[in-house]
């Protein structure tokens, strides 16, 4: 049986490794936010009609290509990071070994940060963004199939 404090310790280096490249994960997906907006400014696109203001005297246009990008950038972390968390917390109770889930856990924070970058700040040919896309895919999945086998849940196994 796995013990609560045993996980989520200070003292368990897989649980501080998920807990540091998550919050540099946050931090990332924080500073889309700011770059989104920083774009749109530059560009003239505002986010609301309200938000003209802001743009003092350009022209406001619907859309543009650079923020465009940025937005889809981050859109793909909100619908990928989250399952990151989700399925990386279900992992640390499978009692993994240490090694594995710290680089686990750092490789996907490096994927995410390679495919902002491949994306949306140095656009690079693909298959750059696939394949670091992938990378994050093919770890997530891999620690919710770990979790799914490693934990019987008699609500649902043992019936």
Same mark, same amino acid.
């Not at 650079?66 to 619908?79: F, G, M, Q, T």
């Given at each position: 049986? @796995? ?12 649980? $501080? ?5 998550? !919050? ?8 889309? !936010?700011?770059?989104?907006?920083? =774009?749109?400014?530059?560009?003239? /696109? &505002?986010? !609301?009609?309200?938000? @003209? ?7 406001? @246009?619907? !859309? ?13 972390? /909100? ?12 992992? =640390?109770?499978?009692?993994?070994? &240490? ?18 970058? /491949?994306?949306?700040?140095?656009? @690079? ?27 019987? $849940? ?6």
């Amino acid at each position: 049986m @796995v013990v609560l404090s045993k996980v989520i310790s200070v003292e368990n280096p897989a649980f $501080c490794a998920f807990i540091t490249c998550g !919050s540099v994960l946050v931090i990332k997906m924080m500073a889309m !936010s700011i770059i989104t907006g920083r =774009l749109r400014k530059k560009h003239g /696109v &505002p986010a !609301s009609p309200e938000d @003209v203001v802001f743009l003092k005297g350009k022209t406001p @246009v619907e !859309s543009h290509a650079d923020v465009d990008r940025v937005r889809r950038a981050h859109l793909n972390d /909100v619908e990928n990071i989250p399952l990151y968390f989700f399925a990386g917390f279900g992992y =640390l109770f499978t009692e993994p070994d &240490p090694t594995v889930a710290v680089n686990l856990f750092r490789i996907y924070a490096l994927a995410r940060i390679a495919h902002t970058l /491949v994306y949306a700040i140095f656009v @690079v040919p693909q298959p750059a963004r696939g394949l670091s896309w992938g990378v994050g895919y093919g770890i997530t999945g891999y620690m919710a199939i770990r979790t799914i086998r490693s934990l019987s $849940c008699p609500m649902w196994f043992n019936n």
